[in-house]
């Protein structure tokens, strides 16, 4: 069958081949059954009436026209291989034919056991025989069965028709049944195709409770989940090119300003400062743009997972990237390791690790341990406490505080440990505002 045949087409020619194959089997097992068991219905009762002729001395009398299992079978002596003696039970085979009895009598002289059944095909009628030999001496007892004959012509006849019949019924039940299926997919692949060229809008319903209800369903996840990376996009150009325009133009200005010896800053130091701390700035943001795409590109390549000592990533963090605020950090690590990404992890720590500096005043507070079974990584700092009204967005992009740069930091923090499903705390005393990342 060819490739792009329609998975309607692919239905209707498998459902009939199928119930084909089912009405053939059943149709050849009921013939054989029938014949089998009509078989052997018909030897018992000749092995039943030749019993019955030998108790009697190969003598029949009008009883055994009375008993309906002796009615039809008849019997054929045989003495020294010779046909010496015919009974009959029933009238109209006193005159048998030489046919039978040539078959009847060809068996019997090679029969080389004491007794055996037979059924030979006489075209319009079956023979069936029972032949009990001893030595040249024997009965035959026989019954001429036109019964089954007519029944397999029948069969052979109307069998066909029934078997045609179905796989008609059965091809117009599949092509209903398979409109129905195929009119909800061929709906899914408009929908999935209006995703593909871009329109997130547009609302996957498929009114089924089936497999293919609850595949429309995972696309219309899918399609908002678009839609909504989509309009961050979209606030992202927007923000990029706020942030990004702020300290450009500022620094530009300043330049210029510097080329026609003004200095807004008094003094060309001064003036240079705010030019280098713009720069600065721009570095940060920057940097955050390209963390986030650094992130994307590990889900995309399907990251690699692995032990990580987070005690030791931390202590790297402190000694290097966070090396001129060492001052402000008290750091107090139990060991502790955990599996997933190490680039992940050395970002989530140095996003919480670089907030709370941003927002101390005199110290930050490092920590891992384990409790009831939970490792546990608490940052801590003594800044500004935070409203407790923005916590429930605080993890949003863009959503910066007042000392913040690009609003993206937390939300770095937030994305990586959703891919893990690990929760975040945020609590808030007289001390401290602590983030604290309980490895589930």
Same mark, same amino acid.
């Given at each position: ?9 692919k ?7 199928? @119930?084909?194959? &089912? ?7 009921f013939?054989?059954?029938?014949s089998?068991?009509? !078989?052997? %219905? ?9 019993q ?8 029949? !009398?009008d ?7 002796? #009615? ?5 002596g ?8 015919? @009974? ?7 005159e048998?034919s030489?046919?039978i ?13 004491s007794?055996?059944?037979?059924k030979l095909?006489?075209?319009? *009628?079956?023979?069936?025989?029972y032949?009990?030999?001893? %030595?040249n ?17 029948v ?6 028709? $029934? ?15 398979s ?8 709906? #899914? ?7 593909? /060229?871009?329109?997130?809008?547009? +609302? $996957? ?28 996009? +979209?606030?992202?150009?927007? *923000? ?34 705010? &030019?280098?701390?713009?720069?600065n ?38 000694? /290097? %990237?966070?090396?001129?605020?060492? %001052? ?18 050395? &970002? ?24 009831? /079974? ?6 801590s ?26 609003g ?17 705390d945020?609590?808030? /005393? ?11």
């Amino acid at each position: 069958m060819k490739k792009n045949k329609s998975l309607a087409f692919k239905m209707w020619i498998g459902f009939s081949l199928f @119930t084909f194959v &089912i009405i053939f089997i059943l149709s050849t097992f009921f013939i054989l059954f029938f014949s089998f068991e009509r !078989d052997n %219905e018909i030897f018992e009762s000749i092995l039943f009436a030749q019993q019955t002729l030998i108790n009697k001395g190969l003598t029949t !009398d009008d009883n055994d026209s009375n008993n309906p299992r002796n #009615l039809l079978v008849n019997h054929i002596g045989i003495v020294n291989r010779s046909v010496k003696v015919m @009974t009959f039970t029933d009238n109209i085979y006193k005159e048998a034919s030489s046919n039978i009895i040539e078959k009847v009598s060809s068996s019997f002289a090679i029969q080389n056991i004491s007794s055996k059944k037979y059924k030979l095909n006489m075209g319009n *009628y079956y023979l069936y025989y029972y032949i009990t030999k001893q %030595e040249n001496n024997g009965i035959i007892s026989f019954r001429i069965d036109e019964y089954s004959t007519n029944f397999n012509r029948v069969v052979w006849v109307i069998a066909p028709i $029934i078997i045609i019949l179905t796989i008609i019924l059965s091809l117009i039940f599949a092509i209903i049944y398979s409109r129905s299926m195929t009119k909800s997919l061929k709906k #899914l692949e408009n929908s999935v195709s209006s995703i593909a /060229n871009g329109d997130f809008t547009t +609302q $996957i319903i498929v009114e089924k409770q089936d497999e293919i209800g609850r595949l429309a369903t995972v696309f219309d996840n899918m399609r908002e989940k678009l839609l909504k990376k989509e309009n961050l996009k +979209q606030e992202e150009i927007q *923000y990029i090119s706020h942030e990004l325009k702020t300290p450009v133009m500022s620094i530009l200005s300043y330049i210029q300003a510097i080329k026609d010896n003004i200095y807004p800053k008094g003094d060309l130091n001064s003036s240079l400062e705010v &030019i280098s701390n713009q720069s600065n700035r721009l570095i940060k943001i920057i940097n955050k743009f390209i963390t986030i795409s650094r992130l994307d590109f590990i889900d995309f390549k399907n990251e690699s997972i692995e032990e990580v000592n987070l005690s030791e990533i931390i202590n790297e963090l402190c000694n /290097n %990237e966070f090396a001129g605020k060492k %001052e402000l950090l008290k750091i107090n690590l139990n060991e502790l390791v955990i599996k997933a990404n190490k680039e992940k992890i050395i &970002i989530l720590c140095e996003n919480l690790i670089e907030n709370a500096i941003r927002y101390c005043k005199n110290e930050v507070l490092i920590e891992t341990n384990v409790i009831n /079974n939970i490792k546990n990584f608490k940052v801590s700092n003594d800044g500004e406490k935070i409203d407790e009204k923005i916590i429930p967005n605080i993890f949003e992009p863009y959503n910066k505080g007042n000392k913040g740069i690009s609003g993206l930091g937390l939300t770095i923090v937030k994305r990586i440990i959703d891919d893990y499903g690990w929760n975040i705390d945020i609590n808030i /005393n007289d001390l401290y505002t602590e983030f604290t990342v309980k490895f589930n």
